[in-house]
């Protein structure tokens, strides 16, 4: 691995050391900006001392790699929007959130809807008639599906912006903090009726790239074609998953074939490989056939990243494909390594928060695990034919690809299909064939000259691959499902992989020792975290809304205690991931009692119905439950508790009520619509 020495790779990893320092330190832009050109100035002199940098001393090495650290932290802090003055939060009043402002913006991308609402990106103008930026996640009622606000569009409404919502349950997905990520940090509810259309429209690459993608549905839409085939279609070609219905994604989850759905590195690589192979013929031309060859390769790329959105998975699909096209034109596996950190690096200057996206993770450990690793498992048999030499090819990429993102896959989504390699098997090869088809049927239909049959014929081979996903999803018995993964099983579940490979690859004593080492950090981090998780025992009053819901964890096992049924997707909403980290199980789910003694404490439950004897209660914490018709002063007065805790089934105005009653006696007081679950150790 003679590439790791190469100057790219040190650059691109320090640089994305400083981007996770700069994420987690509070440091101002000017003193960044300072250090920063320190180091540069001190690099400049090193260089000047030194006749060759990188292979003489380790002095400009060092000066070199502190150099770019800077820089990745300068990049998160330049990049921030806050740090500017003209962002929107400095024009939004802190104390009275509550109060409704003016606020101009333009729709900027539709996200995929939720049950009630139609979601949306947009791009703040004007905050009280004064200018500003920022991005908003803008929400309207989905009582009428017609009712759909325009990308590129400019509104004018008064509403309320409230902080994006964290979640109020322990493990449970923070929707909050992936917005953070994309410096998104509001939303606002608005209704149809209090938005005002501006009449001017951006004219912006975005708008005409969904101007076109609306004009293409426009067309399919005329052909007899379905509404989940015309979703897939417009995953696969045009990079937007909105209409995806939940089932679908689910099925296509559960094959290991997600990644078909998103227009990833997969599309991109393989509408590369289509775009090498017709345009061949222009390598005849003498000097400069192979230079006009790529020329063309990546105007076509760019062109599609345009009209699909420039959503951040093809831009990076994109960017990636574009420097390994080079790198391919130049032939040489130094400059394929090196174009995969260069379009890192590049990306992460235009964008640092990539980053911590799964799909760039994802993507670039794909990539990456494919040219070192497969070219290794294509070894182990030469084919003698053509047909078992490209089962052979595509079976190889797809071990090579799942054995790089295997760790990070269960780090986020904590399952794994056993049969991925057969629905990959069977639509990788025949995806080519439908991209083809798809573009075929985009060109044809922006010049109107596209064919029933063409169209016709695309359905179909999107009916096919629904049905191997479906099959394939439908191996239950086959998806290992709830896999408890930390970060410290990332971490030597990846310094295993490159020990066994770096084995595999050559066998040697020290390597064979690296990959026993491996083997024992892996057992030493299960044994910990089995120890850990044995000794956790903890009470929770769970945040729900209409009900209330108490658990008990004790030796990973979860009792649950419910003021009403809770069907199985409510319950894996509330404690799948619960359950799945702490590696624990549900025991039992019972009714909701209303006192209970959990390690000497005392725990009384007011609800609207219950009637106590309070005389002889000490109760050291009690829940409210139901909006229950107390006096709750007199309640603090009469039994003197140590903690009140009012979960979500309580209405608002009693929650606000209670608050303030419990701040002028100095009770402690934890409502769980903003604290979040109540946890007792």
Not at 102 to 120: C, W
Not at 303 to 330: D, E, H, K, N
Not at 607 to 618: A, C, F
């Amino acid at each position: 691995m003679k590439f790791l020495n190469i100057p790219f790779i040190v650059i691109t990893i320090s640089t994305i050391l400083g981007i996770l320092l700069g994420s987690s330190l509070e440091i101002k832009v000017s003193t960044t900006l300072i250090g920063l050109f320190s180091s540069i100035c001190a690099l400049f002199i090193i260089w000047k001392m030194v006749d060759k940098p990188f292979s003489k001393t380790y002095i400009f090495t060092v000066a070199a790699i502190i150099s770019f650290i800077l820089f990745g932290l300068t990049l998160t802090k330049v990049h921030h929007p806050k740090n500017y003055p003209n962002h929107y939060t400095h024009f939004i009043p802190h104390k009275n959130a509550e109060n409704s402002i003016g606020i101009q913006f333009s729709i900027k991308e539709r996200l995929k809807p939720t049950s009630f609402y139609n979601v949306y990106i947009a791009s703040i103008k004007r905050i009280h008639n004064k200018k500003a930026k920022g991005l908003l996640l803008i929400r309207t009622q989905r009582k009428d599906s017609s009712q759909l606000l325009d990308v590129g569009s400019t509104y004018i409404t008064c509403t309320q912006l409230e902080s994006t919502p964290k979640p109020l349950n322990p493990n449970q997905f923070d929707y909050s903090n992936y917005l953070s990520k994309r410096y998104i940090y509001h939303r606002a509810t608005v209704s149809f009726d209090r938005l005002l259309q501006h009449n001017t429209t951006e004219k912006t690459s975005t708008h005409l790239a969904h101007q076109i993608r609306n004009h293409i549905n426009t067309k399919l839409s005329s052909y007899n074609i379905t509404s989940k085939q015309l979703s897939i279609i417009n995953a696969l070609l045009l990079g937007q998953r909105q209409n995806i219905s939940q089932e679908t994604f689910k099925q296509y989850r559960d094959a290991g074939a997600i990644h078909i759905l998103a227009m990833s590195g997969l599309h991109i690589g393989i509408l590369l490989y289509i775009l090498n192979f017709l345009l061949h013929p222009l390598e005849s031309i003498k000097k400069y056939g192979k230079t006009i060859k790529l020329i063309f390769i990546l105007l076509f790329l760019w062109c599609f990243a345009g009209i699909a959105g420039f959503s951040p998975s093809i831009l990076r699909a994109v960017t990636m494909f574009s420097f390994l096209a080079i790198a391919v034109q130049i032939k040489s596996e130094f400059n394929t390594y090196n174009s995969l950190f260069i379009s890192a690096f590049i990306l992460l200057c235009f964008n640092p928060q990539y980053l911590f996206s799964a799909g760039f993770q994802l993507s670039y450990l794909a990539v990456f695990a494919i040219v070192w690793i497969q070219p290794k498992l294509d070894k182990l048999y030469k084919p003698k034919f053509f047909i078992d030499k490209k089962i052979w090819q595509t079976f190889t990429v797809t071990i090579a690809a799942q054995l790089g993102l295997l760790p990070l896959i269960l780090f986020y989504f904590h399952q794994f299909p056993i049969l991925f390699f057969i629905s990959n098997l069977i639509i990788i090869p025949f995806l080519g064939g439908v991209l083809v088809l798809g573009f075929s049927v985009i060109l044809l239909s922006l010049v109107d000259l596209l064919p029933e049959i063409i169209v016709m014929l695309l359905a179909k081979c999107i009916d096919f691959m629904n049905n191997v996903v479906g099959w394939v999803a439908h191996q239950d018995a086959w998806i290992l499902k709830n896999i408890p993964f930390s970060v410290n099983m990332l971490i030597v579940s990846y310094f295993a992989l490159i020990t066994f490979i770096l084995m595999f690859q050559k066998l040697h004593m020290k390597r064979v020792r690296l990959a026993l080492l491996s083997i024992t950090a892996i057992l030493l981090v299960l044994s910990y975290e089995k120890h850990k998780s044995s000794r956790s025992n903890e009470l929770i009053v769970f945040h729900r809304h209409y009900m209330s819901t108490i658990g008990v964890l004790k030796n990973q096992k979860l009792k649950l205690y419910s003021s009403d049924t809770i069907f199985n997707s409510n319950l894996n909403y509330l404690i799948g991931n619960y359950l799945t980290t702490n590696k624990a199980s549900l025991d039992s789910l019972v009714s909701l009692k209303n006192t209970y003694n959990y390690k000497k404490q005392q725990l009384l439950i007011i609800d609207q119905q219950g009637i106590y004897n309070i005389e002889s209660m000490k109760p050291d914490v009690i829940i409210l439950s139901n909006s229950p018709k107390i006096n709750l002063n007199r309640m603090i007065d009469s039994l003197k508790p140590r903690q009140i805790v009012a979960d979500g089934s309580n209405y608002t105005s009693l929650l606000d009520r209670w608050e303030k009653s419990c701040l002028q006696s100095k009770t402690p007081f934890h409502r769980t619509d903003k604290k979040g679950a109540y946890i007792l150790k």
